[in-house]
């Protein structure tokens, strides 16, 4: 088994263990060249000196890596290391289709169809080139958290064009999927892998499987018998035409099924069109003779019976096929029941009879799960390491190799990571007020750098901060360091533009950030002020130049005269002008009198 933190080919450094199969384990990685978080498929250690599952091995690699799908989870690498055989893909952060089927449980018909629109495209991509999956199944299809949908796991993937491999037709995909064919010991086709896809579909609309049993054997057999459940019975929301599409590709017989999945694929892009929702229900009947599941129906007293009726005189031509028939289903029964012991056998004989399931040890404590698991005969002590974790409190157990309810035995290895802590996840500050997330950031043990900043926010709000929303940081740093730059408030000083241009001076105002309004001011009436009157120049402002102000865009009236009036005439000035010069030639009377005044005086 590989070690977590161990690097494959010098540049996959494994993570954590995600998912365990029959013949491989899957771990989260990162490439360390490309750095980017992969998927790492590693071979079993017990199985890498079989020939045969290393032949299996090396054919997924080439299975998976011949396609190129947007549904189909992309091939990296391939390669072996030290007899680790592995295989890099993309990694697919989501859940399993089987998982959300199980927290949600029947989803809407709506988003049933677009999933199978997806995985019904990828598998005709598949088998374009002729590759069979041969397990499809939920558990291993990926869902995004955006609702992408990608098939994985071509483990027992079968290339037409490739030699075949030991045991490479045997019944081994999951019997709640498994066509009625396969179960007959037939080769898989394409129309399997069809037949899969009806299952899925039934389980998507459903919450669950059409047929459960107490065993493989009965899960098989009702697969060759019965018909499968009508959804539009559970649901009667769902249209016809969606059960039809499950109807055609679960047909008993592979002629009465979907010849490919691209036709599968034309359905589904149609059938909640106007045209087709409200589709007649497909039947399809079978003969009696051309159904082999009808054989597991007869009496028990099958034989003895057959055996009983034998007409002792010489047959008629006529009893003679009667006979024929009987000799065939008495043959097809027998070839059923051994292939249901074959069945049995393979899954439920072929396990170590030592082997138990892997408790569930995650969030128990280390001392907890360690007493837990050595009480159960596994190895614990020294296969314990610590990490960071997002939500698992510091002395818990993150996650166990092998994972709770993986098969193990007594003597097992069993690698725990135990939480060392959490990890402080940096929230977004910004909006927030400085003093109380500051003390916040204080006590989990960071030095907040603070930076000021002219702002119209109110004072002392958060404008920036220098670590990302999101981003981990270990609490045991010892330079947990954080800069947070906060809003002063706003302030602007008035500019003085008095006695500037009108125009100059809006411009000044703008640009400092004041909202200008201009006012033309009556004219005056004095002459002097008339006379002394500038044009389109700033006489006064609202506001005082040199005020202080903490609003932007903040108004400010800028008044001003727009045109010079004409001088109004005096009454000085128009008596000046009605008056007439005295000659200087002719004395006036009143200056001979004022003479003759001044003589008589003297």
Do not use: W
Not at 144 to 172: C, E, N, R, Y
Not at 508 to 530: D, H, K, Q, R, W
Request: negative net charge; contains cysteine.
């Amino acid at each position: 088994m590989s070690s977590i933190n161990k690097t494959i080919a010098g540049r996959y450094q494994l993570k954590r263990l995600i998912g365990q199969g029959g013949m491989a384990d899957v771990y989260e990685a990162e490439d360390l060249i490309l750095k980017r978080t992969v998927a790492v498929k590693i071979m079993r250690s017990s199985l890498t000196g079989d020939p045969v599952y290393v032949t299996r091995f090396h054919r997924e690699a080439s299975a998976a890596a011949a396609l190129s799908h947007k549904n189909i989870v992309e091939i990296y690498d391939v390669g072996d290391e030290k007899d680790d055989y592995y295989i890099v893909m993309e990694y697919v952060p989501g859940q399993t289709l089987k998982e959300l089927i199980h927290k949600r449980g029947a989803l809407h018909y709506v988003e049933a169809v677009d999933v199978m629109k997806q995985v019904v495209s990828a598998t005709a991509k598949a088998h374009s080139i002729g590759i069979i999956h041969r397990d499809l199944k939920p558990q291993n299809i990926m869902v995004t958290d955006s609702g992408v949908v990608k098939i994985g796991d071509f483990g027992i993937a079968s290339i037409q064009s490739l030699s075949q491999v030991t045991q490479t037709d045997t019944i081994m995909g999951s019997l709640h999927y498994l066509a009625p064919e396969i179960a007959r010991g037939e080769k898989a086709t394409a129309q399997s892998d069809i037949y899969a896809l009806g299952i899925v579909f039934y389980e998507l609309l459903r919450g669950e499987v059409p047929f459960n049993g107490e065993s493989p054997v009965n899960i098989a057999l009702k697969h060759m018998r019965d018909e499968i459940p009508s959804v539009c019975a559970f649901n009667p929301s769902i249209p016809q035409s969606v059960e039809n599409i499950i109807i055609k590709a679960t047909a008993k017989n592979i002629k009465d099924r979907y010849a490919s999945a691209s036709e599968m694929l034309e359905d589904l892009n149609h059938c909640l069109e106007a045209a087709h929702i409200n589709d007649e229900k497909i039947i399809f009947d079978y003969e009696e003779d051309d159904e082999l599941a009808t054989i597991v129906a007869e009496d028990k007293d099958f034989f003895t019976q057959s055996q009983t009726h034998l007409p002792i005189e010489e047959e008629t031509e006529e009893e003679t096929k009667r006979s024929h028939k009987k000799m065939l289903m008495i043959i097809g029964g027998s070839v059923v029941a051994a292939l249901a012991i074959l069945i049995a056998v393979y899954f439920l004989l072929l396990r170590p009879s030592q082997s138990f399931e892997m408790p569930d040890v995650v969030n128990l404590t280390e001392a907890e799960a360690i007493t837990l698991l050595e009480d159960r005969g596994l190895q614990v002590k020294d296969h314990v390491t610590y990490e960071l974790s997002d939500d698992v409190e510091e002395g818990k157990v993150i996650e166990s190799d092998p994972l709770a309810k993986a098969n193990v035995k007594k003597g097992d290895e069993v690698h725990l990571v135990v939480s060392s802590g959490q990890y402080i996840v940096i929230e977004d500050y910004v909006g927030k007020d400085y003093d109380t997330i500051a003390d916040q950031l204080e006590e989990l043990g960071f030095k907040v750098n603070k930076e000021d900043r002219i702002d119209e926010a109110s004072k002392g709000t958060i404008l920036e901060q220098s670590l990302d929303a999101g981003e981990k940081i270990d609490p045991n740093s010892d330079n947990k360091t954080i800069t947070l730059t906060v809003s002063q408030g706003y302030s602007a000083e008035v500019p003085n533009v008095y006695g500037q241009d009108i125009q100059k001076a809006k411009s000044i105002l703008t640009e400092a950030g004041f909202t200008v309004e201009l006012s033309v001011l009556e004219p005056p009436t004095s002459v002097e002020e008339i006379k002394t009157m500038k044009i389109n120049v700033v006489e006064e402002q609202s506001l005082a130049a040199f005020t202080t102000v903490y609003k932007k865009g903040e108004k400010i009236v800028l008044y001003y005269y727009d045109k010079k009036p004409e001088i109004p005439e005096t009454p000085a000035e128009n008596e000046n002008n009605n008056t007439t010069t005295p000659s200087t030639d002719t004395p006036s009377s009143s200056q001979v009198t004022g003479t003759n005044q001044i003589t008589g005086q003297q």
